[in-house]
């Protein structure tokens, strides 16, 4: 028996009532972006990043505007539209989709913590923000100088900056003041500031992720491009920029959207084995059968195919719920009725380290119930599993967090 090739809609991101307008557009756009993506998947892991070409289609799409404040000519549709537009790339190419997000996600804390000032300058140097982030700092030396500081050093993994308009940094600085504590922060460096080395792709996966070191020799940062890093597990209250938008959505924690963008990029890889897998049961007979029988009509793979949507669909609805806690969450600390406290913080953190167990799972199970032959050296279901590989074996997973998120919530409890 054979049948048409089947299109799944496993995790399509279908837009409903109450959605921001534009992310539908946004959405096919992506989809539309998917058989490109696709065909690039080896040569971007060759490269290390995206083609020009792939960038000047995000640029004019305006996917790296999606959290870019209205004020300076950004799209400022919220946490949970882009993550369903990083997954939606993901489904394309989970590399492509990392470097797009780690490059675009850090217009949501440009948009919270800085000053209008800063912000102007940063979101009009070239209208749109593309902009890595690391803290990865080595050999750092930042120095007291008239009107800021002076800054030097390496910053490791720094997914984004193929394409990038600017560089943030998170280092320790001297006190404005002399004698003043030194000042964690998290600061600013326009491109042409500094050197992009080519270091990037010898792991297992992730290898076109565009996560290339930064050097910054001397580099000049103004006070105002430097912000301390108060917010970064806990926020209370306005910000400088919930303020500024009237957005509360520019009130909220780094914690608690960080690994949200990794989710995302995540459940997007999800996808992208559920229709390989579905590619490879339709077009393909049980193996040691006497009858030709397709993989797709026989229980065992129905059986794997449906425990994997499962996987992935949940995969996808706890990163988009996770970035509605995240505005609900802001919107309560910023109108003055309850902070978003580090339980708060935590807890989103680890919900984002479940849906990427849940996606690794899906792509492991089709790994498995696959073939050798598409799990050989340049096909789709081997890069999605050493691209879900790469994404779990950072230091930062559920079984090392779960501790201090439960902490973090015992604390927050009333006295008895």
Same mark, same amino acid.
């Given at each position: 028996?054979?049948?048409?090739?089947? /299109?799944?809609?496993?995790?399509?991101?279908?837009?409903?009532?109450?959605?921001?307008?534009?992310? +539908?557009?946004?959405?096919?756009?992506?989809?539309?972006?998917?058989?490109?993506?696709?065909?690039?998947?080896?040569?971007?892991?060759?490269?290390?990043?995206? %083609?020009?070409?792939?960038?000047?289609?995000?640029?004019?799409?305006?996917?790296?505007?999606?959290?870019?404040?209205?004020?300076?000519?950004?799209?400022?549709? =919220?946490?949970?539209?882009?993550?369903?537009? #990083?997954?939606?790339?993901?489904?394309?190419?989970?590399?492509?989709?990392? &470097?797009? &997000?780690?490059?675009?996600?850090? +217009?949501?804390?440009?948009?919270?913590?800085? %000053?209008? /000032?800063?912000?102007?300058?940063?979101?009009?140097?070239?209208?749109?923000?593309?902009?890595?982030?690391?803290?990865?700092?080595?050999?750092?030396? #930042?120095?007291?100088?008239?009107?800021?500081?002076?800054?030097?050093?390496?910053?490791?993994?720094?997914? =984004?900056?193929?394409?990038?308009?600017?560089?943030?940094?998170?280092?320790?600085?001297?006190?404005?003041?002399?004698?003043?504590?030194?000042?964690? &922060?998290?600061?600013?460096?326009?491109?042409?500031?500094?050197? #992009?080395?080519?270091?990037?792709?010898? @792991?297992?996966?992730?290898?076109?992720?565009?996560?290339?070191?930064?050097?910054?020799?001397?580099?000049?940062?103004?006070?105002? $491009?430097?912000?301390? &890093?108060?917010?970064? =597990?806990?926020?209370?209250?306005?910000?400088?920029?919930?303020?500024?938008?009237?957005?509360?959505?520019?009130?909220?924690?780094?914690?608690? $959207?960080?690994?949200?963008? @990794?989710?995302?990029?995540?459940?997007?890889? *999800?996808?992208?084995?559920?229709?390989?897998?579905?590619?490879? @049961?339709?077009?393909?007979?049980?193996?040691?059968?006497?009858?030709?029988?397709?993989?797709?009509?026989?229980?065992?793979?129905?059986?794997?195919?449906?425990?994997?949507?499962?996987?992935?669909? *949940?995969? +996808?609805?706890?990163?988009?719920?996770?970035?509605?806690?995240?505005?609900?969450?802001?919107?309560?600390?910023?109108?003055?009725?309850?902070? $978003?406290?580090?339980?708060?913080?935590?807890?989103?953190?680890?919900?984002?380290?479940? %849906?990427?167990?849940?996606?690794?799972?899906?792509?492991?199970? $089709?790994?498995?119930?696959?073939?050798? %032959?598409?799990?050989?050296?340049?096909?789709?279901?081997? /890069?999605?599993? /050493?691209?879900?590989?790469?994404?779990?074996?950072?230091?930062?997973?559920?079984?090392?967090?779960?501790?201090?998120?439960?902490?973090?919530?015992?604390?927050?409890?009333?006295?008895?």
């Amino acid at each position: 028996m054979t049948r048409a090739p089947i /299109r799944s809609t496993a995790g399509r991101g279908d837009v409903g009532p109450g959605e921001p307008p534009g992310l +539908a557009a946004l959405l096919a756009r992506a989809a539309e972006l998917r058989p490109v993506l696709r065909a690039e998947q080896q040569a971007t892991e060759e490269r290390g990043t995206y %083609s020009p070409e792939t960038h000047d289609a995000f640029w004019e799409a305006g996917f790296y505007r999606i959290l870019q404040p209205r004020r300076f000519g950004g799209l400022e549709l =919220g946490v949970p539209a882009f993550y369903r537009l #990083i997954a939606e790339v993901a489904r394309g190419c989970p590399s492509t989709a990392w &470097c797009l &997000c780690l490059g675009a996600g850090h +217009a949501l804390q440009v948009g919270s913590y800085f %000053s209008e /000032r800063a912000q102007r300058e940063i979101f009009g140097l070239l209208g749109q923000l593309v902009s890595p982030a690391s803290g990865h700092g080595q050999n750092t030396a #930042i120095e007291r100088v008239p009107g800021g500081y002076e800054v030097s050093g390496k910053w490791r993994y720094c997914s =984004g900056v193929p394409y990038s308009t600017h560089f943030m940094g998170f280092g320790t600085f001297p006190g404005v003041e002399p004698d003043a504590p030194d000042r964690f &922060c998290w600061f600013v460096v326009p491109g042409g500031g500094y050197t #992009i080395l080519d270091d990037w792709g010898g @792991i297992i996966g992730m290898k076109g992720s565009g996560s290339n070191s930064v050097v910054l020799d001397g580099a000049f940062v103004p006070d105002h $491009f430097a912000v301390d &890093c108060t917010w970064f =597990g806990a926020s209370d209250g306005p910000t400088a920029g919930s303020a500024l938008h009237g957005n509360p959505v520019y009130g909220g924690t780094f914690e608690g $959207f960080a690994e949200g963008e @990794i989710a995302a990029v995540t459940a997007g890889t *999800a996808m992208a084995a559920v229709d390989e897998y579905v590619r490879i @049961i339709t077009t393909s007979n049980v193996p040691h059968h006497d009858e030709p029988v397709l993989r797709a009509d026989h229980p065992d793979y129905q059986r794997w195919l449906g425990m994997g949507l499962a996987w992935a669909d *949940a995969a +996808a609805a706890i990163s988009v719920r996770g970035g509605q806690l995240y505005e609900e969450y802001a919107r309560l600390s910023v109108e003055g009725i309850e902070p $978003f406290g580090l339980d708060k913080s935590a807890r989103l953190n680890d919900m984002y380290f479940a %849906s990427e167990q849940l996606a690794y799972d899906t792509v492991e199970l $089709f790994l498995r119930n696959a073939s050798s %032959s598409a799990v050989a050296d340049g096909q789709a279901m081997q /890069r999605y599993f /050493r691209d879900m590989v790469a994404a779990c074996t950072r230091a930062d997973q559920l079984e090392r967090m779960a501790a201090a998120a439960a902490g973090a919530y015992l604390r927050s409890l009333p006295a008895t």
